[in-house]
C-alpha cells in the first residue's frame, strides 16, 4: 500500500473516531465538566507522550489564545452535547467558517470575497434552522452553548493561522490543560460510575490523544481538497452514530439546517482548496 493510500485510510480513521465522541460522551453519566476535565487530562498525557522530544512550548500570546480557543471548543462541546442533541451540537460547531470569513480581513489582513458572503447567509439561515425544532429550555441553552463551540473553533483557527507554520500539536495540548484545570472543580462533587471510566479512557486516550496524532501524519500527506472531503465524515456519522447507539434522533428542521450548514462549508472549503492550502484544525 502506498503512503498516500495509507494516509487516506489514516484520515478516514480519524473522522470516525472524531465522530464517535458524540456517543461515547452521552454514554457516560457524569457531570459535563468534569467529563471534559478527566478527557483532557488523559489527552494532554497521551499527545505530551506521542509528541516528546518534538514539542516547541513558545508560551507566546498567540500561542495561549490558540490554546483559549481549542479550550473553548472542548469545553462547550461536551456541555453542549449532554444539553442538546448530538447532531445540534457538532453540526453548529462546523459554523466556525462563518466567523472565520468575518474576523480574518480584521485580524488577518485576508479579504473576503463576494462569495464568501453568499456562504456566510446560507450557513447562518441553516444555523437558524436547528432553533425552529421544539427544543426544551435545556436543549435550547445546548444550541446557545453549541454556537459557542463554533465560534472557539474559529478563535483557534485564526490564532493558529497567525502562528504560519506552527504546529497545532502544542496549542492543542496547553488547550487540553486548560481544560483540565476548568473541569477540576467539577471532578469531586461526586465521583463517576465504574463502568464510566472505561468511556473516559476512550475519549481522553483515543478520541482526543491517539486521533491527533493520526491526523497529523496523514494531513502532511495529504491535499487540501481530500483531507477537507474526508474529514466532512465526521459531522456525517456523529449524529448517526447517536442514533444506533443512544437512540436519540435530531428533529426534522435540525437535518435541513445540517444539510445546509455541511453543504455550504463543504463547498467552501473544496473552492478554496482549489484555489490554495487552507489549514484544517484538530477536531473535538
Given at each position: ?57 513558545r508560551f507566546n500570546r498567540v500561542q495561549w489564545a490558540a490554546?483559549l480557543g481549542y479550550a473553548g471548543l472542548l469545553v462547550t ?69 453549541a454556537v459557542g463551540t463554533g465560534l472557539s473553533y474559529a ?130
Amino acid at each position: 500500500m502506498s503512503e498516500k493510500s495509507k494516509a487516506i485510510l489514516l484520515m478516514a480513521a480519524t473522522a470516525l473516531i472524531w465522530s464517535s465522541g458524540g456517543l461515547a460522551i452521552k454514554l457516560v453519566q457524569w457531570n459535563p465538566m468534569a467529563i471534559t476535565g478527566v478527557r483532557s487530562a488523559l489527552a494532554a498525557a497521551t499527545l505530551a507522550m506521542l509528541f516528546r522530544g518534538r514539542l516547541t512550548f513558545r508560551f507566546n500570546r498567540v500561542q495561549w489564545a490558540a490554546a483559549l480557543g481549542y479550550a473553548g471548543l472542548l469545553v462547550t462541546n461536551v456541555v453542549a452535547t449532554k444539553l442538546t442533541t448530538s447532531a445540534n451540537a457538532i453540526l453548529l460547531a462546523y459554523t466556525a467558517p462563518v466567523y472565520v470569513a468575518l474576523l480574518a480581513p480584521w485580524l488577518l489582513g485576508e479579504r473576503t470575497r463576494p462569495s464568501d458572503w453568499a456562504f456566510i447567509a446560507v450557513t447562518v439561515g441553516g444555523m437558524a434552522l436547528f432553533f425552529l425544532d421544539r427544543l426544551s429550555a435545556t436543549g435550547l441553552w445546548g444550541n446557545v452553548v453549541a454556537v459557542g463551540t463554533g465560534l472557539s473553533y474559529a478563535v483557534f483557527t485564526l490564532c493558529m493561522r497567525s502562528q504560519k507554520d506552527a504546529s497545532p500539536v502544542e496549542s492543542v495540548i496547553l488547550g487540553h490543560g486548560l481544560t483540565a484545570l476548568a473541569g477540576l472543580p467539577f471532578m469531586f462533587t461526586a465521583p463517576p460510575p465504574a463502568e464510566a471510566w472505561l468511556g473516559l479512557l476512550y475519549l481522553g486516550v483515543l478520541q482526543q490523544g491517539v486521533s491527533l496524532a493520526l491526523y497529523v501524519w496523514a494531513i502532511k500527506r495529504l491535499g487540501a481538497l481530500e483531507a477537507i472531503l474526508i474529514m466532512m465524515l465526521e459531522p456525517i456519522f456523529n449524529p448517526v452514530l447517536v442514533a444506533v447507539g443512544y437512540g436519540e434522533m435530531p428533529g426534522p428542521w435540525a437535518v435541513a439546517g445540517g444539510v445546509a450548514v455541511i453543504g455550504a462549508v463543504t463547498l467552501r472549503g473544496v473552492l478554496s482548496a482549489l484555489r490554495r492550502p487552507t489549514f484544517s484544525p484538530p477536531g473535538r
